[in-house]
């Protein structure tokens, strides 16, 4: 079983900043992939970036250029710095891992993330 906490939400004006961190505990050693989602009122939840045991990034379109992935191995972090936002980044975030284990993954409770215009 791995726990997830996420921290660092909250409100923000048009082209602020947040840094959200989700931090593992439990059997952290079955982690491979770390991720960050999101999802906004009425919409599904949709991936946002991902970071794997070596530090290979992918990013979601919307997101690109704005949003930087990174994770901690050693302390069992993982952060999503989020520069520029925009109304439409308002949502509950959410971070995810997948373990090494065919079919595993955890998800964390969540953070709102709100940015007014």
């Known amino acids: 079983q791995v726990q997830l906490v996420e921290s660092g939400g909250g409100l923000v004006q048009n082209g602020g900043s947040l840094r959200l961190s989700c931090t593992a505990s439990?059997?952290?050693?079955?982690?491979?992939?770390m991720d960050w989602y999101r999802q906004a009122p009425g919409k599904q939840r949709e991936f946002i970036a991902a970071i794997s045991i070596g530090g290979t990034t992918n990013y979601a379109d919307s997101v690109k250029g704005r949003f930087t992935i990174s994770r901690d191995n050693a302390k069992k972090t993982m952060s999503l710095q989020m520069n520029s936002l925009k109304p439409e980044d308002t949502a509950v975030y959410y971070c995810?891992?997948?373990?090494?284990?065919?079919?595993?993954?955890?998800w964390g409770q969540g953070t709102q993330v709100t940015v007014s215009s």
């Open positions: 995810h891992v997948d373990t090494y284990y065919a079919g595993e993954d955890y």
């Open positions: 439990g059997s952290t050693r079955s982690i491979n992939i």
